[in-house]
């Protein structure tokens, strides 16, 4: 994985993360170390894939119903039988575990009328509709036709479930409604040796949040895909955050935003304090003490850096002495295209953007953490899904997160509407900052207008 890197692009003034990385006081790991900057240009994006219902009937047929998308987590359906519904776009698809181990999935739909064949999540020894009763084995072979006398134009072998692909990557399970797709191992490319040091697979969903979001799942996803607004946003968290000195890096279907944290937002007239940016991390209000002294010449980012060695050593033991600071301090924001969002160490996010069923003016945004575990893997969360009224924090199990993400949402449907609204034909990027963004819209470029139904 040699490093890469394109001259040209503007980059903030102060401190690079490569700079930051010399600091580090842990070996730093090799994938940290590439470089995959890329002039994506300055063109404005075209307001129309945000608001036009055509675009999003051609999202659907050109991109929803060929594109390996994250499902589920392998933990969900532990043992055979067990069932997951995936649904994106309209589209609704079983996720099942077979009886030998492996994992298919199917439209989730009878042959006979088109009945939906699973309402939920679950356990079955066979799949049944519910209308007529006609039956399928696990893997799809037809087993049950009332009045079989009336039907003698069914042929047994063509009456099959159809097949999605399936593959699996790190404890995720992906499906691709397109049979003719290259595997998945193709598409995912070199991502998978960036994580390998982080090894996903052996963690388990810890918590699982899901909300509906008044705006396009890109306008929600594309929060999540640079740092620049958090001066905005998010000025709480400025002075540890180094948001605007984010390395961006793009590959092809696959692209990262790391964003330092321990250092502070070049966007500040001030020079924060160590001890103030450890008041600022840890959340401590005006007037209490800061329960972590930092001693006189001490990094605030190397202090930090241990008290997350010393609050997951417990789980995963001496591993934590071969992490670097930058592992456990900073944001390693990965984008799997079109819609799959896994962090890197011990961050534990993942999110997930998808279309609100046919909806384009809505979204469903959905929170995973990912957590290492000692000794017999937990059972997976369940899904919590937050009502209309009730804002992330009303989710606990986020913690502190569950007021960055409301910060967010009180962004998402004032842009949907106001790309409804605007007289101007586009949205304007930064060449840099944004540059997972235009990334994103290149891909559906490629994906959606260079493709052909």
């Known amino acids: 994985m040699a490093p890469t890197a394109e001259p040209g692009l503007a980059r903030s003034p102060g401190i690079s993360y490569q700079q930051l990385l010399d600091t580090d006081t842990h070996q730093v790991p090799a994938v940290l170390r590439l470089e995959s900057t890329r002039d994506g240009g300055s063109a404005d994006i075209a307001k129309e894939r945000y608001t036009s219902r055509a675009w999003h009937l051609l999202e659907i047929d050109r991109l929803w119903k060929r594109v390996w998308q994250f499902a589920c987590r392998e933990e969900e ?60 084995s696990l893997d799809g072979e037809l087993t049950s036709v ?62 699982r949040v899901c909300k509906v979001i008044h705006a396009n799942w890109k306008v929600t996803q594309e929060a999540f895909c640079e740092a620049y607004h958090v001066s905005g946003t998010h000025p709480q968290i400025l002075r540890y955050l180094g948001d605007t000195n984010s390395q961006v890096d793009i590959w092809d279907n696959f692209a ?68 670097s600071d930058a592992e ?54 369940p899904v919590h899904w937050l009502e209309e009224h009730e804002s992330w924090s009303a989710a606990p199990e986020l913690g502190m997160l569950g007021k960055v993400f409301d910060q967010d949402l009180f962004n998402m449907g004032k842009v949907q509407l106001g790309l409804e609204t605007t007289f101007k034909p586009g949205v304007t990027l930064a060449n ?12 559906l470029t490629e994906w959606v207008e260079g493709a052909t139904s």
């Open 432 to 443: 840099y900052q944004e540059g997972k963004v235009r990334w994103l819209h290149d891909k």
């Open 146 to 207: 009332p009045a079989r006398w009336d039907f003698p134009h069914i042929d047994e072998e063509a009456f099959r479930l159809p097949e999605l692909q399936v593959g699996t990557w790190a404890g995720f399970v992906f499906v691709n409604p397109d049979q003719a797709a290259a595997p998945l191992a193709d598409f995912i490319g070199a991502m998978a040796e960036h994580f390998a040091i982080w090894d996903l697979a052996n963690a388990y969903t810890e918590a």
């Open 77 to 136: 359906i532990p043992m055979a039988g067990d069932y997951v519904i995936y649904e994106i776009a309209g589209l609704s698809f079983i996720v099942i575990r077979q009886l030998d181990g492996s994992i298919k999935s199917y439209p989730n739909a009878c042959l006979h009328r088109g009945r939906q064949l699973k309402d939920y999540a679950g356990r079955c020894t066979e799949l049944r509709c519910s209308f007529h009763s006609f039956a399928w």
């Open 256 to 323: 990262r935003v790391i964003t330092a944290g321990g250092t502070p937002s070049p966007e500040l007239d001030i020079s924060p304090s160590q001890d103030e940016m450890m008041r600022a991390m840890l959340d401590v209000r005006e007037g209490n003490e800061t329960p972590v002294t930092l001693e006189e010449g001490q990094s605030m980012r190397a202090v930090a850096a241990e008290m997350g060695r010393t609050r997951w050593r417990p789980v995963v033991g001496d591993r934590v002495d071969a992490m």
């Open 328 to 381: 456990m301090m900073d944001s390693l924001d990965y984008t799997l295209f079109p819609n799959f969002h896994p962090w890197g160490a011990f961050n534990r996010i993942v999110y997930r953007f998808r279309p609100n069923g046919d909806d384009h003016r809505s979204s469903i945004m959905e929170v995973l953490f990912l957590s290492p575990f000692k000794g017999e893997r937990p059972p997976p969360a």
